[in-house]
């Protein structure tokens, strides 16, 4: 190992937490809230079991609201709200509040666009079956786009990823927060790049993931 990444072995691991802690609080706001609300959106779309123009059109538009906000001003524009409910707008907790907001506002996108993808004819056939609501959802619907939905949060936890590398702003450290104040401020470039690396690896070991568990549950 080399001896500038030795010097700061524990900021380094200290920071590799703080972006796990950050990212997997992101995912779960994703998967928790974002998978229901994109979920909702489909179902009040136009020509769906629970049409609904009015809550479709608010849903909507707070998602295109949030999903429209460069980060780092949403980040800014969240600091009364964050301060609120954690009672500060510093540190690594306060940071995931923002992210889980553009966490939710992300994935639900994309778990909508991949319910759109699903055959009409696959509702059609749950719905003369007698399924419930609640039967086609899950038996039907996120059977059939499983492999889009996974694909979907694959992506969302590589932006995650990089969004957490702005929450310096706010104290919130991370891999990119420390790449940033040790490594480009104080001019030790080697140690930015050392910094990169591990990221690019990160990155490059989640999407390889993300496609294997896709192509293994890919019913077509």
Known sequence: M????????????????????MVGVSIAAAVLVGLPVGTLLFLCRKG????????FSVLNLLV?????????????????????????AIGTTAATVPLSIIAI?????????????????VMEAAIAMGASVRQVI???LYVE???GLVLGLTTSII????????MGVVGGGGIGDFAIRYGYQQFKTDLMMYMIIIMVILVQ?????????????DKR
């Open 2 to 21: 080399p001896d500038i990444l030795l010097q700061y072995e524990a900021e380094i691991w200290r920071s590799i937490g703080e972006t796990f802690i």
């Open 48 to 55: 769906q079991i629970y049409e609904n123009r009015l809550v």
């Open 64 to 88: 295109n609201i949030i999903r429209s906000f460069p980060f780092l001003l949403l980040v800014v524009f969240l600091i009364p709200f964050t301060r609120m409910i954690i009672g500060t």
């Open 105 to 121: 506002a992300h994935y639900s996108r994309l778990v909508e666009q991949s319910l759109v993808d699903v055959p009409k004819g």
């Open 138 to 140: 899950f038996k039907f």
């Open 145 to 147: 786009a499983r492999s």
């Open 159 to 166: 932006s995650f990823i990089s969004y957490s590398t702005i």
């Open 205 to 217: 070991f989640i999407q390889f993931t993300g496609t294997t568990v896709s192509r293994m549950i």
